[in-house]
């Protein structure tokens, strides 16, 4: 029978853990998506969808699963496509941070059978700690009135 003993274990085995999470912390640039839904049921359709996001400061993962900050403070620019039936939805905006403000912008153009729409949405907002953003937001959609609404996104644990 083989009989190791406890000490050097417990030595190495903190050793090991550590440069395992040192080694899986990554950094990531930008983020892409794509996705393919196809239902079908009464009404049958299919969807697709390509994105990407884009940051000018790298992203550091946190923790063990790879989670990001919930709260963004990074100046960044994206872009999505999405066909739905017939339906297309083009997308595009950004965020530019400077200091703890943040203003940001998108604008969206919808084609489908019937027509098309622009939609345009802006952003201003503040970054009170890691941890507390407040943002107001302008919607404007071709022929409706604009509208706002504000947004308080808190983090607890």
Do not use: C, W
Request: hydrophobic residues 30%; glycine residues 8%.
């Amino acid at each position: 029978m083989y009989k190791m003993k406890l000490k050097p274990l417990l030595i190495i085995t903190p050793s090991l853990l550590l440069s395992v999470s040192i080694v899986m912390a990554e950094e990531y640039q930008s983020f892409s998506s794509i996705g393919y839904t196809n239902v079908d049921s009464s009404r049958s359709y299919d969807a697709t969808s390509v994105g990407i996001t884009y940051f000018f400061e790298k992203q550091q993962t946190l923790g063990p699963l790879d989670q990001f900050k919930y709260i963004n403070s990074s100046t960044n620019v994206f872009g999505n496509y999405s066909h739905y039936d017939n339906s297309e939805r083009f997308n595009g905006g950004g965020n530019l941070f400077i200091n703890n403000f943040v203003i940001g912008g998108s604008y969206s153009y919808y084609d489908y059978d019937s027509g098309s729409s622009d939609h345009y949405n802006a952003r201003v907002g503040y970054l009170i700690s890691e941890d507390l953003i407040v943002n107001a937001y302008a919607n404007k959609s071709k022929g409706f009135d604009t509208d706002y609404h504000f947004s308080l996104h808190i983090i607890t644990n």
